[in-house]
């Protein structure tokens, strides 16, 4: 925090500004508590499972009758309490719309009269990095109401406190709308290859009868590659971690050397490879498009080289990271611990095998829809950098809103 306060504004602490208190959870094995229940009861994912921008908490799935409010001494916490996530996931804040109770991973501020509820929400969300920060544990970490008393917290006057909450909500406000329309419009391209698997669902092909001789293959084994191998600058060596929906992303990927490359040659890619996890989240691929640097499978990562006059490369890969393929892949994925996916396994995947004269208009529909995916998804990220922005600049006080 700042060693300047700005006029007007004072440090305290958060439980000068809030009275706080905790949650806990009837017995799951007693219906008599849940049966009939009419007062909501929220669980941490209430709060994080909501996108940004919606965080305020209006119902639960989870109800408790009276009877679970007398017997199991629950805090009912009235409308307008702040609500944050307390253990795991910390520092997620809401204000409930309706009285509720929650379970033990909650913190409940209930603000005085000095602090306007909104404001203090705004604050806990922007500060979440500092409320980790202080919560204990080694394995399991959670934020107490003792250490979160003592936290210092910088307070404009009620009057401007209410300014910047509203300033900040308008904000959320475009990024819970943003985040419809971006939502909306991935939907529209999910459904859009949903009606190309159903329309084809009469002529379907395994992915290997797409491919060039030999072109499924996996990455190179770790004692092709090892670790001293990896350089700071070099060729990228693409690993799960790097697939995205609309490519790959070769900001974090790891590199070696072009020595090494040349050594491991046949695993470098070419427009249209397409690159599947291997093993963990199954589902997630990517494709290698024009002018993405030179780059290699890694160890993680399978590929599949599309022969094109079989088919076009990227109505395959639209087709293969659908929703449907990617139930496939963790249905037949092979392991105990963790699922694991191998060429034969890939080549199996069964796929729409359309006429090469119809693929191309598919192709230029689904690459539109895509196109709007990402950049409404780009939007409502924006709006999200944004936010931080503002809410770093009015919290802190370098930038006053005027009355």
Known sequence: MSSEVP??????????????????????????????????????????????????????????NSLALEECSLKLHPAGTVLMTSRATIGYAAINDVPMTTNQGFLAFRCTDETAPEFLCQWLNAN?????????????????????????????????????????????EMIRLAGQVARATRTTFNRL??????????????????????????????????????????????MPTDLRPDGIDFS?????????????????????DILFSRRGDVEKCGVYLEGDPVAMCGTGCLRARIDPRKADPMLIYFLVQSERCGR?????????????????????????????????SWVDALLLAEGACRANETYSAGLDQLKSAISSDLLSGRVRVPA
């Not at 379907?204 to 350089?231: H, M, R």
């Not at 963790?330 to 090469?356: E, F, K």
Request: proline share 7%; net charge negative; aromatic share 6%.
């Open 7 to 64: 006029e007007g504004w004072m440090v305290t602490k958060l439980g000068d500004v809030a009275s706080l208190s905790g949650g806990t959870t009837p017995a799951r094995d007693n219906s008599a508590y849940w049966i009939g229940g009419e007062v909501p009861w929220a669980t941490p994912s209430d709060i994080t499972s909501l996108p940004a921008g919606e965080r305020r908490i209006s119902h639960t799935d989870g109800l408790v």
């Open 128 to 172: 979440r990095s500092n409320l980790v920060a202080a919560a204990g544990g080694s394995t399991f970490k959670e934020l107490g109401r003792g250490t979160a008393k003592l936290l210092p917290i910088l307070r404009p006057p009620l009057d401007e406190q209410q300014r910047i909450a509203e300033v900040l909500g308008s904000v959320d």
């Open 193 to 238: 290859i949903d009606d190309l698997h159903c329309q084809n669902e009469s002529n379907i092909a395994p992915l290997s009868t797409f491919c060039v001789p030999k072109g499924l293959q996996t990455g190179p084994f770790g004692s092709q590659l090892k670790v001293s191998d990896y350089v700071d600058h070099g060729v990228p060596v693409l």
């Open 252 to 272: 974090g990927a790891k590199a070696t050397s072009f020595e090494k490359f040349a050594q491991l040659k046949q695993h470098g890619l070419v427009v249209g």
């Open 328 to 360: 496939w892949l963790t249905q037949n994925a092979v392991g105990l611990t963790m699922p694991n996916l191998n060429t034969s396994i890939i080549g199996s995947l069964p796929v729409s095998n359309l006429p090469i004269a119809e693929q191309r």
